[in-house]
């Protein structure tokens, strides 16, 4: 197992026997907040898994899909709250920059470290579309409790 690093971009695989949802916790004992770092993977047979796909396509097409919530809950909500009011991370439910689509990428895809605190450059492999999709949901504001 290689270490977790904020920014840099980790791959591991497992051969699932079965379907099913299979969990699995960091082994690193890497810092103040390992034990949030979960992980699942529902593993599905081949055609549901074809199926499942299509369909997140073709919701992502229509504009009617759930990745910029999903981004929100399993990204930014692991620090900032589901809420945004703090949880690891500080209260961002009323920054400026999560209405401000270039300014939400720079610091998600950048990161920063300063005076005002660490943040890891979270989204360094997301694609335009992901980005995209996390700055529409965000158009509104943090919604409480997503």
């Known amino acids: 197992m290689r270490p977790a690093i904020p920014g ?5 695989w497992f051969q699932a026997e079965s379907p099913g ?9 890497c ?14 047979p081949r055609a549901e898994f074809d199926a499942w796909l299509a369909k997140r396509l073709e919701e992502q097409s229509a504009g009617t899909g ?13 620090c900032h709250g589901l809420d945004g ?8 439910s009323a920054s400026a920059t999560l209405q ?10 950048n990161g920063r470290t300063g005076r005002r605190g660490v943040m890891p ?3 360094a492999g997301w694609t335009s579309e992901q980005v995209a999709e996390l700055a529409d949901y965000l158009k509104n504001g943090v919604p409480s409790g997503s």
């Open 8 to 12: 840099q971009v980790n791959e591991t």
């Open 21 to 29: 949802i299979y969990k699995g916790q960091c082994a690193e004992l």
């Open 31 to 44: 810092g103040l907040e390992h034990a949030h770092m979960t992980a699942a993977v529902e593993v599905l």
């Open 66 to 78: 759930e990745l910029g919530r999903e981004e929100w809950g399993g990204v930014c909500a692991k």
């Open 85 to 92: 009011k703090g949880a690891v991370g500080p209260d961002i």
């Open 100 to 109: 401000d689509p270039q300014a939400l990428e720079t610091l998600i895809r």
């Open 121 to 123: 450059a979270v989204a």
